[in-house]
């Protein structure tokens, strides 16, 4: 037996309370890893992201920013509280300016997103593509776009989605694979060949 095995063994994890956890919990439990969500009251560990991940979330937040009007600014991985157990954390999103209230914030409520944008990892595809759109829809929030690696060369494609106000749905507006090209939440112009692969 290793020594790294006697020590798993005896680390002490939270006992979720009978009704889950809430927002507040996410915030005051102590030594929580870094990125921990939390969906319907359960704490979700975010696995370490391979090299895609970074890069595309880098480059979406370098163009989401690079044609930003006043009065919108871009997050990336910030808590958004949706409800009182649901607290994700998507890898970019646009918030109304107004909302920032300085630089020790670590949320902004889903009254105040214009768009979530979730970068599909091998171990989130499930929420990525199902639980968080069907939440980040249920709270209101007007754009969503999901991420993906596509192609041999692993270039991203990007979905694009729009709340429909009657369904309280997404519906999807467009695939983008070189390039988006969009005018909501406001016009942006993003080249997604930006992603240098060995």
């Known amino acids: 037996m290793t ?8 680390l002490r994890w ?4 009978t009704d889950g956890y809430t927002v507040d919990d996410l915030f005051t439990l ?13 704490l979700v560990f975010v696995s ?3 090299r895609f991940h970074y890069p595309v979330i880098n480059m979406l937040f370098n163009g989401l920013r690079s044609s930003l009007p006043p009065g919108f600014s871009v997050e990336q991985e910030m808590t958004v509280l949706l409800d009182d157990r649901n607290g994700p954390e998507p890898d970019v999103s646009v918030v109304r300016a107004d909302a920032v209230t300085g630089l020790d914030q670590t949320s902004f409520r889903a009254t105040d997103v214009l768009l979530a944008v979730e ?3 091998p171990e989130s595809e499930s929420r990525d593509r199902t639980t968080k759109p069907l939440k980040y829809a249920a709270a209101g929030i007007p754009h969503f776009w999901r991420v993906e690696k596509g192609g041999t060369d692993g270039s991203p494609v990007v979905h694009v989605h729009e709340l429909d106000l009657r369904t309280k749905a997404y519906a ?18 993003i080249d997604l060949g930006g992603i240098s692969q060995p």
Do not use: N
């Open 48 to 50: 370490p992201q391979r």
């Open 14 to 17: 939270p006992m979720p309370p």
């Open 172 to 189: 999807h507006m467009g695939l983008h694979r070189d390039r988006i090209k969009v005018d909501k939440p406001y016009a942006i112009d």
């Open 3 to 10: 020594a790294e095995s006697v020590e798993h063994r005896h």
């Open 30 to 42: 102590p030594d929580l890893p870094r990125h921990t969500e939390l969906i319907d009251g359960s």
């Open 119 to 121: 970068v599909v990892s």
